[in-house]
């Protein structure tokens, strides 16, 4: 019942459909109605003309009527009433008293309804010409009956005329619906306004207009953080190259700790820009260039650069699968995705550690598999991971919380997926399986 009410109250299509039947079904309604007394009072009337003409043949001739002693329904039932006051008709006559009036008469006679016409004849004796309204009632209820199919057929037409013709004027408003449920969260181009209904237009106009404003406003934030990052960009660098000329001089023992520690600032710090200038790129929508590539010849562009970090840590990384499998995507895209992954992989692996780079090819897409011998991640922070600069307390390892953010956004673009899990080959370890279709 309260979804009835729910329906009713906020659905205008329900609502329509609704209130639409019951005047449909309440017009059909009166409408036999009326036709069953239309009907009825032409049989009444058919009735009444048929006594009348029976009379005037009694006058004519008051001795050639028949005293009739069973009664039909459709038969004419002709009795004579005396003057003297104690007539007393027989049981097998209409027991009819000598003071009815001239004229017609509605009587309840033995449970039996009769129309009866009373006519003066000589000698102030009356006539009594009767009829059972049975046969009348029955004629006005089959004209009714008669009416009221096809009124009953009409109404089931044009109430499923109805409910076709509403869920047919609704149904751009439903394609938008599922459009706007389909969208990504980061498409804000305007919904086109041609084809939707003009009631609804001023509604779909303001979204478009509110689209614009967000989209406007989320420009402007990614170029200030593009522009921020480009901008502390070269000061970090004459810090770094300063720092490397003042490590060459001679220091004391404390100073150089510092000046490490200064270092690893600023190294961090380099990486925090590189890595928010590729986050800024990969929430951009822009079309990229599609190309033909190799997984494992990206793993081993990505392992190159990573290397020296992996050596420092003495970290074994190498690419476990033998089989190549080519996919045909965005070279910057990918590239993204498996130095984020493989970097993570590295950073949060402790010294000694180990990680494994794979690739599966499957019929419509294809797995890419990094999975590392480090302290994997709780269920609980599995999902929190993806949020930007996020990191798991109690790691001390140098990371800025972005790597995951970028990897994710990238497949929410091109319709790839993410899954972490406990890895199988190592105790404590993490294994990461982004999967990919292999056209995108």
Not at 20 to 42: G, R
Not at 264 to 288: C, F, H, M, P, Y
């Amino acid at each position: 019942m309260d979804g009835f009410k729910n329906k009713l109250n906020y659905s205008i299509q329900f609502r329509l459909s609704f209130w639409l039947t019951v005047i449909i079904s309440l017009m059909a309604v009166v409408a036999i109605i009326v036709s069953y007394f239309s009907a009825l009072n032409e049989a009444k009337e058919i009735q009444d003309e048929g006594l009348k003409q029976v009379a005037k043949l009694m006058k004519l001739d008051q001795t050639s009527f028949p005293l009739n002693e069973n009664i039909g329904k459709s038969e004419i039932f002709i009795q004579p009433i005396p003057s003297n006051t104690d007539y007393h008709p027989s049981a097998d006559h209409l027991q009819l008293t000598n003071n009815l009036s001239e004229g017609f008469h509605t009587l309840k006679i033995k449970q039996s309804s009769y129309r009866v016409l009373i006519l003066s004849v000589a000698n102030k004796e009356k006539i009594a010409v009767a009829q059972s309204t049975v046969l009348r009632d029955e004629a006005a209820i089959s004209g009714a009956l008669s009416t009221a199919l096809p009124m009953i057929l009409l109404l089931l037409i044009l109430i499923a005329a109805a409910y076709f013709l509403i869920r047919n004027t609704f149904k751009p408003i439903t394609l938008l619906s599922d459009d706007i449920q389909q969208r990504d969260a980061q498409d804000l181009t305007p919904f086109p306004v041609a084809t939707i209904p003009t009631e609804v237009r001023p509604l779909l106009t303001a979204i478009n207009q509110l689209f614009d404003k967000v989209s406007q406003s989320v420009a402007s934030q990614k170029r200030f953080i593009a522009d921020a990052a480009h901008e502390l960009r070269t000061p970090l660098t004459a810090l770094s190259l300063q720092s490397e000329r003042l490590a060459g001089t001679e220091m004391s023992d404390i100073a150089y700790e510092r000046l490490q520690t200064l270092r690893q600032g600023i190294d961090r710090t380099s990486v925090l820009l590189e890595q928010l200038l590729s986050l800024a790129k990969a929430q951009n929508v822009i079309q990229q260039d599609v190309k033909v590539l190799s997984v494992n010849q990206l793993y081993i562009n990505v392992l190159e650069d990573l290397l020296p970090i992996a050596e420092a840590k003495d970290i074994n990384v190498g690419i476990k699968s033998k089989q190549d499998v080519i996919v045909k995507m965005s070279e910057m895209n990918l590239l993204s995705i498996i130095k984020n992954l493989v970097d993570n992989a590295i950073r949060y692996t402790p010294n000694g550690g180990q990680v494994d780079l794979s690739v599966i090819k499957e019929t419509n897409n294809v797995i890419l598999e990094i999975e590392d011998s480090g302290c994997g991640i709780p269920d609980a922070e599995k999902e929190r991971v993806f949020d930007a600069f996020y990191r798991i307390l109690g790691n001390d390892s140098q990371g800025s919380g972005l790597g995951l953010p970028i990897v994710k956004t990238i497949l929410d673009r091109i319709g790839g997926a993410i899954m972490l899990s406990d890895s199988d080959n190592f105790p404590s370890g993490l294994k990461v399986q982004v999967n990919l279709p292999l056209s995108t």
